[in-house]
């Protein structure tokens, strides 16, 4: 199966909610500082997304490997819709109001990601995952591109409100090109809630197995760990309140991040392909750089004015977001070849249930410490932190990173 219909119709529906989703991603943290000036608030509602997934992930990757994937992606885009619908319509626009619209969003996307996430490597051939990965993403952050800047300038017109209209519209945009995909998924409905119990040690049991997988997802934990609350809270609160940037400058910056994602995945789909994974140590010494020369745009180390310290920061999210496609297709594109269809949803959840937990020891932390230190000393603690993990790994795990290996029918990894 190529880059086909199905695949095409998946990645326009994706782009079509996406670009939705990056309106209100930039308007909600700009709307809850404007409101609170807290970082702690700005964790609670991060946190407020991972809790409920936490839950409900090793439940919907059990539902995503017995129901039809898509009809399980097209529902709960359907169903965001009409709760973002009802948010306007009953003007649930209150800081404590939106953090419960903000659990059941969260609660319908775990079962929307388990369908979907199960079903994409279905709809191309293994070796062409990276190819298919990086469009997807090109896709994704070419809505984001557009999204943020778009929801910078929307914020400061038509204020939350209109943001997460925009939002709604958009998931049933997606919804009418999900329902355009040919796929059929067979295989037994769930009987019983032994089942369920059964299909989640089944998915974890294979996990456990894997040596190959176990070192990707220990990786990739660790990371998780220390880089989500940087890109969730950090940055957003570091341009809002240490450099006082205006609301359409913070949506330019988040623009200019995924421009360079953009670029990133088109080198991976023009060029690189699978040989992307092969460059992944040098890729997170360049990020660690990255971190370095945005620590010092915001410390009192750096002699810049608001303008300069702007255009200075665009150009390293530029270089920045570049570099992160070339850690994240790679690691994606592996997790996905080393799992068979059939245990894909069930596997993968047990995975985003993991990661998830890793998620909060990080956002529990960093929302008080700002509250307490300057922003500028708290990413430099994180920089510490992912420079040991990522100098541990390439000592003890490189060649198992670097390798590629593939789920074949035959039930055995090569």
């Known amino acids: 199966m190529s880059l086909n219909r199905n695949f095409w119709l998946f990645a326009i529906g994706r782009f079509i909610s996406q670009l939705g989703w990056a309106v209100q991603d930039v308007a909600l943290p700009l709307y809850v500082l404007d409101q609170t000036h807290s970082g702690s608030m700005m964790t609670a509602f991060i946190l407020a997304e991972m809790i409920p997934v936490l839950i409900i992930m090793p439940f919907a990757g059990v539902v995503g490997d017995r129901y039809n994937r898509k009809w399980l992606m097209v529902g709960f885009d359907l169903a965001r819709g009409f709760l973002l619908f009802g948010v306007i319509a009953f003007d649930l626009l209150g800081i404590y109001q939106l953090l419960a619209v903000q659990v059941g969003m969260a609660i319908m996307g775990a079962f929307f990601s388990a369908g979907t996430g199960a079903m994409f490597p279905d709809l191309v051939q293994p070796d062409e995952l990276e190819k298919a990965n990086s469009t997807v993403s090109s ?95 950090i940055m957003p609160y570091s341009y809002r309140e240490v450099l006082k940037f205006s609301s359409y400058q913070f949506g330019l ?22 040989k992307a994974g092969r460059y992944l140590f040098h890729t997170l010494l360049l990020d660690g750089v990255m971190i370095l020369a945005f620590t010092w745009a915001i410390s009192p180390l750096s002699s810049l004015g608001r303008n300069e310290a ?36 069930r596997v993968m959840s047990a995975m985003a249930v993991l990661m998830h937990l890793s998620s909060p020891l990080g956002l529990l932390a960093v929302g008080p410490l700002l509250d307490r230190f300057p922003a500028w000393e708290v990413t430099m603690a994180i920089w510490v932190g992912m420079a040991v993990v990522v100098a541990y790994f390439w000592a003890r795990y490189r060649e198992i990173l670097l390798k590629e290996e593939k789920f074949e029918e035959n039930g055995r990894l090569t």
């Open 139 to 233: 896709f994704t952050i070419l809505a984001r591109l557009v999204g943020p800047a778009l929801g910078g300038f929307i914020y400061a017109v038509g204020g939350i409100k209109l943001a997460i209209l925009i939002n709604a519209v958009s998931f049933f945009g997606s919804g009418l090109f999900e329902m355009l995909i040919r796929y059929e998924w067979r295989t037994r409905e769930l009987e019983g809630f032994s089942q369920v119990i059964e299909d989640l040690k089944e998915g974890i049991g294979f996990l456990r197995s894997n040596r190959y997988l176990s070192t990707l997802m220990f990786f990739a934990l660790f990371m998780i760990a220390l880089g989500q609350p940087f890109g969730a809270v």
């Open 253 to 274: 910056l988040e623009s200019a991040f995924m421009g360079g994602a953009l670029l990133g995945n088109s080198l991976i789909a023009i060029k690189f392909g699978k």
């Open 310 to 345: 702007f255009f200075f920061l665009a150009g390293i999210n530029i270089l920045w977001g570049s570099i992160e496609a070339f850690i994240d297709v790679p690691i994606n594109s592996k997790i996905q070849r080393a799992i068979p269809s059939e245990l894909r949803g």
